[in-house]
């Protein structure tokens, strides 16, 4: 199953869009993270920012470093989700309803009655893909910020090789636990076009949910920290970047968050019919 699941999708389009459609996000978004947020902060653009309100803006630092290699592209701390967020658990959700849409999970499930066992197959190839595609975003990532550090004026890396790999590991595994979990929703859902809608609205939703939470409670409560967004951010950030839970802790809620939307799918797999 899972040499079948791979190559669906390593021949797939979506598969090959969405990936694409992720790298050239993040290479954007990296791009404007070291010129941009620099330049507003000075003034250079004319704009009236407060650097308080745009995070670590400095390219010599280390904070600003280390905001600048997560592979989601969520360095610049405003909260925003980005092309490549999107794009990993669309990966996830695409392994799953491709099936459905041209109607290949009939023939799968006759190949393997066992329908846990094909549920695993598409998770283990979803994994590996996804790992892939984390390898993909870490070259961007390391890329932009080596030629920023090295042509802007008075900045040098800061970081070790060590923190860096460090950043860039935990950074992988995010990107594997949100596509797996793009996996559980697309089995829930089955619809292509459902399940983009209900991944975009998940996505968009939980900075505005936590906007709003932070405005009536006066500081972020601890169930808005828990979002499986805030705790990939989290879990990257490695302590950095004014994160309150520790990365293990974070890295663990997401699996646990992951484990349980893949169990859901699971038990709704074994039980419709197809």
Do not use: C, H
């Not at 490695?238 to 893949?262: K, M, N, S």
């Amino acid at each position: 199953m899972f040499a079948a699941e791979l190559l669906k999708l390593r021949t797939v389009a979506a598969t090959k869009i969405t990936i694409a459609v992720g790298a050239g996000g993040l290479l954007l978004t990296q791009v404007l993270l070291v010129t941009l947020l620099p330049a507003l902060a000075n003034g250079a653009l004319g704009a009236d920012v407060a650097p308080s309100e745009l995070g670590p803006t400095d390219p010599g630092t280390a904070a600003f470093q280390s905001g600048a290699l997560d592979i989601l592209g969520g360095g610049s701390g405003m909260g925003s989700v980005g092309a490549a967020t999107i794009a990993v658990v669309l990966l996830g959700l695409f392994a799953a309803t491709t099936d459905y849409r041209y109607g290949g999970i009939v023939a799968t499930a006759l190949a393997q009655p066992r329908r846990t066992r094909i549920l695993v197959g598409k998770a283990a190839a979803t994994a590996v893909t996804a790992a892939a595609f984390a390898l993909l975003l870490a070259v961007i990532t390391v890329a932009v910020l080596l030629i920023s550090v090295t042509v802007l004026p008075s900045t040098g890396l800061v970081l070790g090789w060590t923190d860096i790999l460090a950043t860039l590991g935990r950074g992988a595994i995010v990107v594997v636990l949100l596509a797996l979990l793009g996996l559980a929703v697309g089995v829930l859902v089955r619809s292509q076009l459902a399940g983009v809608l209900v991944v975009v609205a998940l996505l968009l939703l939980e900075p505005i949910v936590q906007a709003f939470a932070q405005l009536f409670a006066g500081a972020l409560p601890l169930w808005a920290q828990l979002l499986p967004l805030s705790l990939g951010r989290a879990a990257i950030a490695g302590g950095d970047g004014g994160a309150v839970l520790p990365w293990g802790v974070a890295l663990a809620a997401l699996a646990g968050i992951v484990l349980a939307a893949l169990a859901a799918g699971a038990a709704v797999l074994r039980r419709r019919d197809l």
